[in-house]
Nanobody, 117 residues
Framework: QVQLVESGGGLVQAGGSLRLSCAVS????????MGWYRQAPGRQRELVAA????????NYADSVKGRFTISRDNAKNTVYLQMNSLKPEDTAVYYC??????????WGQGTQVTVSS
């Protein structure tokens, strides 16, 4: 049973920074392409950042490019999302999961990020 546990969210002012963590247990983490998703109220969940199994390749949604950085530590089975220059429109619940839909695990509880203007 794979478990995803996200943490690190909080309330921050616009322009501030947060670092999210996602601990993955119960899978061969090092072979997984992982991503960070977010879901704002009334909106669909969207993929904002993705990282390859070894960490050498990353990809970002246009809305976060240049502000967010995804990374991973395979020794710790953890993926991170460094978020800088946060904007009110970044407010959402953030989740991590596999980036391939047919290989996704049960979603974790997510971590709330709230950016005040």
């Amino acid at each position: 049973q794979v478990q995803l546990v996200e943490s690190g969210g909080g309330l921050v002012q616009a322009g501030g920074s947060l670092r999210l963590s996602c601990a993955v247990s119960g899978s061969i983490f090092s072979i997984n392409f992982m991503g960070w998703y977010r879901q704002a109220p009334g909106r669909q969940r969207e993929l904002v950042a993705a990282i390859s199994s070894g960490g050498s390749r990353t990809n970002y949604a246009d809305s976060v490019k240049g502000r967010f950085t995804i990374s991973r530590d395979n020794a710790k089975n953890t993926v991170y999302l460094q978020m800088n220059s946060l904007k009110p429109e970044d407010t959402a619940v953030y989740y991590c999961n596999h980036i391939i839909a047919t290989m996704r695990y049960n979603w974790g509880q997510g971590t709330q990020v709230t950016v005040s203007s």
